[in-house]
């Protein structure tokens, strides 16, 4: 169920009135957990019994955690079993792939099947929410959930289940454990929020993914110039997709009451990669940051280390997203330009450059950077960088229009970082935008609702 | 209580836009219903216009003459329609063009049900084409098919349809819209203004053009079909299906239940098959549902005509005649005793 369709503001609907009507905190708790189970199912009738194997796997590890006291071996236990499952329907195509490589390289006739498996959508989002509910409890960061209804509501809660926020059991978990009925003005912010997210979604993300896949369909057809733009036009359809579905997910959430974390801080307006993942879908960065960074060491044993295990982080960060070398390689280059800005950050003349160059310097290597995550392949992307440098030079096909709405994106970016946009806070200026946001949405957008790039993740 | 007043000022600025658009600016294109007006072929999906056009008829003394595309007239002009043929007897009643192409009963009935409620307590024909019974696939009975016009207009929770198999977010959406004027607005702006296509796909299709130029109006003129050479047709055995398993006659019946229940009288003129093309049996078998419909309307107490089979010539294709048959359709119409009956002032 997208949230940009009529089934998912039927059911939405629906639920508002039954969650308001019920009194009882609890009944409230099961009811959207069994709406969870219907929004999820409603991709899949299967897809919940992966979601229900994990919560109850989980429920039980750390039941035994804390019955047991070997706290140590059952935390390996729910890591294993988690990461089996994820690879289980997330990898096991690539890694088969990549034996058989092997075996054609190696000279040798044996082939392993192909395996077709279904891979449930937002897999890796509430594996991940679960896992680091697990690794928080191990380290006592949070108390075990006693009630499994409620356990379960944490790990499935519908708004959050698709593609994240990847939400941490220290934020969320006391919130749904006094879980009030919610107030006429979470409504009203959370409708806002879901609005804006719409817009970014429908009005934009999907005007861009026009020109986007166009020009990465095939890129040998278009000159240098339709190629840099398709990058650019692909840079902003993926952070208006992903940025759009959070702030729905978001503005869902928060019309039941619930806060859920800020996932994006205006991340092309970073200062350098660290700072961009400081910026970029936050609660995955921060989860890679808290559960693989730091416990690999993080920047405690010198330089090094420090380096290797940004590199670590990174390239896992980018067999996360996808289970393909273009994927891996992505986060190989962002942790080698992480590694490499940490080093020339220490040189005076990095120092004493304007902030403001280098946030362009820095959009500019992301946008290089989408490339790889976009191409169907490495060498696909490397063929597309190349043909950016060696093509001629052809007029663009981009519409005007979008590349006027590209440069107001980027402006508005740059407002907003300086805080020349804060008025746009105010009640009445959010109540005209909401209004122009969606007759824009129905007036000039498509109808046709359209699936999200970081479902597939 | 700001944001309270958020939600407030939101919802009411919607409900007021939803609820003002569509009644401050009506009718965004340049139509006029002139006498031999028909709903533009591009606009065939326009329901907000054709329910405008139905509450313009309503208000007129004519005789709204309801149908697929044998009534709107397919390969034919607006001057060379049945009802523009009707028309040119300037002694008689006057007719309106209320025909959609590409409309199948079973749509009809949803077109009935939503878009002609202005149409009461008067004098309506409807145009049955027997084309849509002969097939399983016509019918709507047989295997899933894909290429089912004005889909929208279909049953979507009332009744499963064999052929038609879409998600439930389909059905949901087409139900909203189809009940929500607001959104049929939107539409009748998007095909009489925009084309039919939205911002961004015409951008995408023009990328030279000038923005601005995605609102000038729809300059677009419906470029007449080339009919069939009436001395190459090929000769067909259609596999009609049964009056009583036929979708399509059930909700034909439907649809005449529907208009007379809103006080309308009645008449159906089922409008001539191209018998040349089909094999002897097929035509025996078209024969028999004639009269089996005839008897059937009867037994309803609503009248139906059957014109004669203009000459082979007067077909563009298997249902459809050339603007000489429509004429030679209307002539022998007007020497039917019944349909003179009816249309009497």
Redesign the interface.
């Known amino acids: 169920m997208l949230f940009q369709?009529?089934?998912f503001l039927?059911f939405f609907t629906i639920l508002y009135f039954l969650f308001r009507s019920i009194k009882n905190s609890t009944g409230r708790q099961y009811l959207i957990l069994a709406a969870s189970f219907i929004f999820y199912g409603w991709f899949n009738p299967l897809y919940p019994l992966f979601l229900l194997w994990i919560i109850a796997a989980d429920y039980i590890f750390l039941l035994l955690m804390e019955k047991t006291g070997k706290r140590r071996l059952f935390l390996i236990l729910s890591i294993t079993n988690s990461l089996i499952f994820l690879s289980s329907f997330k990898y096991a195509g690539f890694i088969t792939s990549n034996i058989n490589e092997l075996l054609v390289i190696t000279g040798n006739p044996y082939r392993l099947p192909q395996p077709d498996i279904l891979l449930p959508i937002g897999i890796s989002f509430f594996i991940f929410i679960s896992m680091g509910y697990v690794i928080d409890f191990y380290f006592g960061k949070v108390d075990r959930e006693k009630n499994f209804g409620r356990h379960a509501l944490f790990v499935s809660f519908f708004p959050q289940l698709s593609a994240g926020p990847i939400a941490r059991a220290s934020g969320l978990l006391p919130q749904l454990q006094h879980w009030d009925r919610g107030k006429?003005?979470d409504?009203?912010?959370g409708?806002?929020i879901f609005?804006r997210g719409l817009f970014k979604k429908i009005a934009l993300a999907?005007?861009f993914a026009?020109?986007a896949d166009?020009i990465f369909g095939n890129p040998a057809q278009f000159g240098s110039a339709d190629l840099v733009l398709g990058a650019l036009a692909f840079t902003w359809q993926i952070y208006f997709d992903f940025s759009g579905y959070t702030d729905m997910a978001r503005g869902i959430a928060r019309c039941f009451g619930i806060e859920l974390m800020e996932n994006f801080r205006l991340p092309y307006m970073a200062a350098s990669t660290g700072d961009f993942w400081g910026r970029w879908h936050i609660s995955l960065s921060s989860w890679f940051r808290d559960y693989l960074y730091i416990p690999l060491g993080g920047n405690r044993k010198g330089k090094l280390t420090e380096s290797r295990n940004t590199m670590i982080t990174m390239l896992l960060s980018g067999l996360w997203h996808g289970a393909a070398w273009n994927f891996v390689l992505w986060g190989f280059i962002h942790g080698a330009l992480h590694v490499m800005g940490k080093l020339i950050g220490r040189f005076r003349i990095i120092k004493i450059t304007p902030v403001f160059i280098r946030r362009i310097v820095v959009f500019i290597l992301i946008v290089f950077t989408w490339i790889f995550f976009r191409a169907e392949s490495g060498a696909d992307a490397f063929s597309y960088i190349a043909g950016i440098f060696n093509s001629g030079y052809a007029a663009p096909?981009?519409?005007?229009?979008?590349f006027i709405i590209m440069t107001l994106c980027y402006l508005y970016g740059w407002f907003k970082e300086y805080g020349l946009l804060n008025f746009m806070e105010k009640?009445?200026v959010?109540?005209i935008a909401?209004?122009i946001m969606?007759?824009w949405i129905?007036?000039?957008?498509?109808?046709d609702?359209s699936d999200f790039i970081y479902f597939q993740f | 209580?700001?944001?309270?007043?958020?939600?407030i000022?939101?919802t009411a600025?919607?409900i007021v836009?939803a609820i003002a658009m569509p009644v401050l600016f009506p009718l965004t294109g340049d139509q006029f219903f002139t006498s031999d007006y028909r709903l533009p072929y591009n606009l065939g999906e326009d329901y907000f216009l054709y329910q405008k056009y139905a509450g313009s008829v309503a208000g007129y003394n004519t005789i709204p003459v309801i149908g697929d595309s044998v009534i709107w007239g397919h390969y034919t002009s607006g001057t060379d329609t049945l009802t523009a043929h009707l028309n040119r007897r300037q002694d008689i009643a006057d007719f309106s063009n209320m025909g959609i192409d590409g409309i199948h009963p079973a749509v009809m009935y949803g077109l009935a049900e939503n878009y002609c409620r202005a149409l009461t307590n008067k004098k309506i024909i409807i145009g049955i084409n027997l084309l849509w019974m002969s097939s399983p696939r016509h019918d709507l009975t047989g295997g899933k098919n894909s290429e089912i016009n004005h889909r929208g207009l279909l049953p979507q929770f009332t009744e499963i349809i064999p052929a038609y198999n879409p998600s439930?977010?389909e059905r949901?959406?087409f139900v909203?819209k189809r009940n929500t004027s607001f959104f049929l607005w939107?539409d009748h702006?998007?095909l009489t203004k925009f084309r039919g296509k939205?911002?961004?796909?015409w951008?995408?299709d023009?990328?030279g053009e000038?923005?601005l130029q995605f609102f000038n109006p729809d300059t677009r003129i419906y470029e007449l079909p080339e009919p069939m050479d009436a001395s190459k047709f090929p000769l067909q055995d259609a596999q009609w299906v049964k009056t009583e398993k036929s979708l399509q006659w059930r909700y034909t019946l439907k649809t005449l239940k529907l208009l007379k229940e809103q006080g309308n009288d009645i008449l159906a003129i089922i409008t001539p098959f191209n018998r040349y093309m089909l094999t002897e049996e097929s035509a025996n078998q078209l024969g028999l549902i004639v009269n089996g419909i005839r008897d059937n309307l009867a037994s309803e107490g609503i009248t139906a005509v059957i014109p004669e089979i203009p000459p082979k010539e007067e077909f563009a294709d298997s249902s459809h005649p050339t603007g000489k048959g429509y004429r030679t359709i209307a002539e022998n119409l007007l020497e039917n005793s019944e349909f003179k009956k009816f249309i009497k002032h």
Request: hydrophobic share 50%.
């Open positions: 369709t009529w089934t039927l006429g003005s409504l009203a912010e409708a806002y609005i999907d005007f026009l020109y166009k096909s981009m519409p005007l229009l979008m009640p009445a959010k109540s909401s209004i969606l007759a129905l007036i000039f957008a498509s109808s609702a | 209580m700001k944001r309270l007043k958020y939600l000022n939101v600025s919607i836009m439930f977010e949901l959406s909203i939107i702006l998007r939205n911002l961004y796909r951008c995408m023009n990328p000038n923005t």
